[in-house]
């Protein structure tokens, strides 16, 4: 079964109020429609940088993304994963103020996680960075994962009907 890495966004566009945006209340609405639906059937894996996020801000919001996420395995955080992230940021791949997003790719890719699922599209699925991604990781001797959002992944399903 395919593995999916879920970072922070997911959860807080999952429990956010509905925004009146609509750009953004499409993102809600599609996030929770993929989650409700099984996640497309990914055995899901997150990391205690995701929690420590997650626990930040407005806490009735913080505790309701923590809650979503507590039955969701965390993976360890190896000495390659911390080296990883830090080479994202040293080789200006991922700016270092953005250090958490570059641990988030570099646990998922560490871990050989197939889906890195985010709504962070500025440090982790950018595709102006993707291609420096994917040789950096590489050199350090792992594969990048598909890094894609939940429409993207509801795209497929719908295709599927």
Known sequence: MATAYIETTIPSYYVARTSDSLLQAAKQAATRRWWDEGCSGFDLFTSLETLDEASKGDSLMAADRLKLLQDIPLLPLPDQALELAQSLVVLGIVPS????????????????????????????????????????????????????????????EDEDD
Not at 101 to 127: E, G
Not at 145 to 156: I, Y
């Open 97 to 156: 103020k953005a250090a958490s997003d570059a641990l988030h790719i570099a646990v998922a890719s560490v871990h050989r996680i197939d889906y890195l699922v985010t709504w962070n599209f500025k440090h982790i699925a950018n595709p102006f960075i993707r291609d420096r991604l994917r040789i950096a990781v590489a050199n350090a001797g792992f594969e990048l994962p598909v890094m894609c959002s939940p429409d993207e992944l509801l795209q497929n």
